[in-house]
Each structure stands twice: as C-alpha cells, then as structure tokens.
C-alpha cells in the first residue's frame, strides 16, 4: 500500500507532463496560425468530395502532409511540393494527413495533374493510365449508359477498356471527389514564420535557402 501511493503519483505526472508537451504546448504554439492569403475556404462541393475521400479510404494509402528537407526523403525533390505548414490546414477539420504512402503525397495533387478527364479515368481503371498502379478502381462512382443524356460527364478511356455499346458515365459522387482533388493546391509561397511552426527535429541541409521550400 505504501509504494502504491508514488506509482499513483508517478503516473499522473507522466500523463500531465504528456499533455502539456503533446497538446497544451502546440496548441499554444499555433494559436496565432492564420490561413495564407492564397488559400480559399472549401465549397460546398469540395467539402462533399472531401468526404467521399474519407468514405472510400483514401487517406490509408495517401498522405496529405509533405515532408521537409531534413527527413528521410525530400519531397520536392519529388515534386510533391515544399514542406506543408499549419496555415495549410487552416480550413480542415479534421486534418486528413495520413500515414501510409502506398501512393503517393495528395497535397498539392492539383498542381501536377489538373485535368477533371484524367482524374475521373484514373478513378474509373488506374490501369488505363499506369498499367502498374496497385490503386483499386472505383466502378460504382461510375454508370453504364446506352445513350448520353444532356449533362452527363463522359469518362475517356482507352478503346480496350470500353464496355462494349456502352458509354462510362460519373455519377455525382465520382464529380465531387475530382472537385476536392484539384482544390488540392498548396504550392504558394510561405513564410519563414510558418516554415518554423515545423517540428525543429528536422533541420534544413547546409545551404539550402528558404527560396527552396517556396518561403517569402
């Protein structure tokens, strides 16, 4: 009974020292995050599309959270655009930032690839454009029809993957989850305030400048 009273004592320092580093403290820290003037509010249908993105589970494959130069690997180096900052985030709720890469960074998406046509075919058969792709395809986003109707978006594909004497169509869930993707965008410049909002472990390599990581 006498050592159960330090134990007790013990844990509750440990659980209060935790909240105060992991919570208390960076909240603290970004309470003065103000979303850059570039980046404009989610529409309603991006903000429909942004939850077809979650239903279908894309953030188990896709991170949305580009690394800085001082990780394992450099992503704008790779193209996927400089090291993400707390005001990037400022319109999402909650934060889709991933942990797995079996595809690639989905941050700035929209700034490599900003074609409505390529996105609805990649969705439809990523095999019609990356014939390695492990991406599952998404049919049920996607109709059969006969004939067109006024208003129907047709999905281009490659003549073997044409259902015969039937036309691809995107129903509206497909529409609103390529809408939430080209919002994807965050490839304006920063500021070296919000560069340093980053967690401090990883250090910028010798000589590079901000100009690399897209700061002001």
Same mark, same amino acid.
Do not use: C, H
């Given at each position: 009974?006498?050592?159960?009273? =330090?134990?007790?004592?013990?844990?509750?320092?440990?659980?209060?020292? $935790?909240?105060?580093?992991?919570?208390?403290?960076? $909240?603290? @820290?970004?309470?003065? +995050?103000? =979303?850059?003037? *570039? %980046?404009? *509010?989610?529409? &309603?249908? @991006?903000? @429909?599309?942004?939850d077809q993105y979650v239903a279908n589970g894309c953030l188990y494959c896709h991170s949305q959270q580009p690394r800085s130069s001082g990780q394992t690997l450099f992503d704008t180096a790779r193209g996927w655009g400089r090291a993400s900052t707390p005001g990037d985030y400022f319109y999402d709720s909650p934060h889709l930032l991933g942990?797995?890469?079996?595809?690639?960074?989905?941050f700035n998406v929209a700034a490599r690839m900003k074609s409505r046509d390529w996105h609805l075919t990649h969705l439809y058969q990523p095999r019609a454009? #990356?014939?390695?792709?492990?991406? *599952? +395809?998404?049919?049920?986003? #996607?109709?059969?029809? $006969?004939?067109?109707e006024p208003g129907d &978006?047709? &999905?281009? %594909?490659?003549? +073997?993957?044409? *259902?015969?004497g039937k036309h691809v169509v995107a129903r509206q869930e497909a529409l609103d989850l390529v809408e939430y993707l080209l919002a994807l965008d965050r490839t304006y410049a920063t500021t070296s305030q919000e560069l340093d909002k980053r967690d401090r472990g990883y250090d910028r390599r010798p000589g590079e400048t901000l100009m690399d990581l897209g700061a002001q």
């Open positions: 009974m006498n050592r159960l009273l =330090p134990l007790l004592i013990g844990a509750i320092g440990v659980l209060l020292l $935790a909240t105060l580093m992991l919570v208390i403290l960076p $909240a603290w @820290q970004l309470r003065t +995050s103000e =979303p850059p003037a *570039p %980046l404009k *509010p989610y529409t &309603v249908q @991006q903000l @429909q599309g942004r942990t797995m890469r079996t595809g690639p960074d989905l454009i #990356f014939d390695w792709s492990l991406m *599952p +395809s998404y049919p049920y986003m #996607f109709e059969l029809k $006969a004939q067109l &978006v047709l &999905v281009r %594909l490659p003549e +073997s993957l044409q *259902p015969e």
